[in-house]
């Protein structure tokens, strides 16, 4: 299975702060990762894939990026509607396999 | 705009079978590819298994030899059903899909819905 890690595990942020979380596969997945939000409660929603592709409605201060097996996911100036949990995902192979996550908080 | 709902029962005795539905409306069942995703505090996001609208199926290899995913187009549900539960496999189970057949992402959810496994 390829394993997928994720940093930091925790962030804490002001409204406005430029935030980044960093994603990393076991293995080369191209580019053949999603990124998904979830808020306490709720489903994850996507918001990227393809690595840098911004789903159809999702707020472009989100924006994602890769180099070789390191992916990363840009808020460019955080909301408070961003507090969640951030989760990306490859699809390159079976099993598709999830990130433990990175929770933001605001400040 | 699709929406999924997952339904079936929410207690499951330990050695018994989950099973769980998803009833797709919305949109066509056709054309997709249809999964379940699990999420429990111990292990995170866990995918379990999909079927396409060709009804191929892929598995977790860590849950193949229990779990069987099937699609019923004229109702547009997909099921799941998982064998000789244990409490490693209380979690939230999701339904989602995917925007085409094959490996891929999944663009819309279920709500989902807790599952436990006790006596």
């Known amino acids: 299975d390829i394993q997928m890690t994720q940093s930091p595990s925790t962030l804490s942020a002001s409204v406005g702060d430029r935030v980044s979380i960093t994603c990393r596969a076991s293995?080369?997945?191209?580019?053949?990762l999603a990124w998904y939000q979830q808020k306490p409660g709720k489903a994850p929603k996507l918001l990227i894939y393809k690595a840098s592709i911004l789903q159809s409605g999702v707020p472009s201060r989100f924006s994602g990026s890769t180099s070789g097996t390191e992916f990363t996911l840009t808020i460019s100036s955080l909301q408070p509607d961003d507090l969640a949990t951030y989760y990306c995902?490859?699809?390159?192979?079976?099993?598709?396999?999830f990130g433990p996550g990175t929770k933001v908080d605001i400040k | 705009q699709v929406q999924l709902q997952e339904s079936g029962p929410r207690l499951v005795k330990p050695a018994e079978t989950l099973s769980l539905t998803c009833t797709v409306s919305g949109g066509p069942i056709n054309y997709y590819y249809w999964s379940w995703i699990r999420q429990s505090p111990g292990k995170g996001l866990e995918w379990v298994a999909s079927i396409s609208y060709t009804t191929r199926t892929n598995y977790n290899p860590s849950l193949q030899s229990r779990v069987t995913i099937s699609l019923d187009t004229s109702k547009t549900q997909f099921s799941l059903t998982l064998t000789s539960v244990t409490a490693a496999d209380t979690a939230v189970y999701y339904c989602?899909?995917?925007?085409?057949?094959?490996?891929?992402?999944?663009?819309?959810w279920g709500q989902g819905g807790l599952v436990t496994v006790s006596s």
């Open positions: 293995q080369s997945i191209s580019s053949w």
């Open positions: 989602a899909r995917s925007p085409t057949d094959g490996p891929n992402y999944f663009d819309s």
């Open positions: 995902q490859q699809y390159s192979n079976y099993p598709f396999t």
